[in-house]
T-cell receptor
Framework: DAKTTQPNSMESNEEEPVHLPCNHS???????IHWYRQLPSQGPEYVIH???SNVNNRMASLAIAEDRKSSTLILHRATLRDAAVYYC???????????FGAGTILRVKS | DGGITQSPKYLFRKEGQNVTLSCEQN?????MYWYRQDPGQGLRLIYY???????QKGDIAEGYSVSREKKESFPLTVTSAQKNPTAFYLC????????????FGQGTRLTVV
């Protein structure tokens, strides 16, 4: 299974942009890059996904490197409600295992 | 409303007893998953199922069992063989296509005393 690597934690100031990196050097051509976030004592929630092109939605933007070996989740203006654990995972069209790593703990300071 | 429901939210059991956690979805999803989460840790995959009457072991299946007799339901049994069952258990479901999102339940916190 292709794996992802994320920093253990990051800190941001409220109202500032946040760039959360993810490395996935063994990604295959058909793997989709997904991001989820988890608030304390809750189940994870979907944030965004992409294959090759950059993606935007109401929650965030996803920037994917040209070689697809890394990606960055961008929160344009962090709020205190964005403090969570952010998971970057790869989803392939065969196994459908949905394997999560340790994620990045995002702390937002007011 | 469509969604995925786990019950109960909190569960207490005595050591040595088997316990079954419920997971139901009405999203018409083919795939369902069970994860375990320990304090301060990420999600670890226990079992997953891509279709009714079929399921595969994840990374930490020992001491757990599942069934998938109906598309909507994927119960997880924590058996007495699981040495450290106290944890937060999460169920998820999704379509099988890789460009679709997974939906998670709110979790069951199991405490074995």
């Amino acid at each position: 299974d292709a794996k992802t690597t994320q920093p253990n934690s990051m800190e941001s100031n409220e109202e500032e942009p946040v760039h959360l990196p993810c490395n996935h050097s063994t990604i295959s051509g058909t793997d989709y890059i997904h991001w989820y976030r988890q608030l304390p004592s809750q189940g994870p929630e979907y944030v965004i996904h992409g294959l090759t092109s950059n993606v935007n939605n109401r929650m965030a933007s996803l920037a994917i490197a040209e070689d697809r070996k890394s990606s960055t989740l961008i929160l344009h203006r962090a709020t205190l409600r964005d403090a969570a654990v952010y998971y970057c995972i790869l989803r392939d069209r065969y196994g459908n295992k949905l394997v999560f790593g340790a994620g990045t703990i995002l702390r937002v300071k007011s | 409303d469509g969604g995925i429901t786990q019950s109960p939210k909190y569960l207490f059991r005595k050591e040595g007893q088997n316990v079954t956690l419920s997971c139901e979805q009405n999203l018409n999803h083919d795939a369902m998953y069970w994860y375990r989460q320990d304090p301060g840790q990420g999600l670890r995959l226990i079992y997953y199922s891509q279709i009714v009457n079929d399921f595969q072991k994840g990374d930490i299946a020992e001491g757990y069992s599942v069934s998938r007799e109906k598309k909507e339901s994927f119960p997880l049994t924590v058996t007495s063989a699981q040495k450290n069952p106290t944890a937060f258990y999460l169920c998820a479901s999704s379509m099988r296509e890789p460009n679709t999102e997974a939906f998670f339940g709110q979790g069951t916190r199991l405490t074995v005393v």
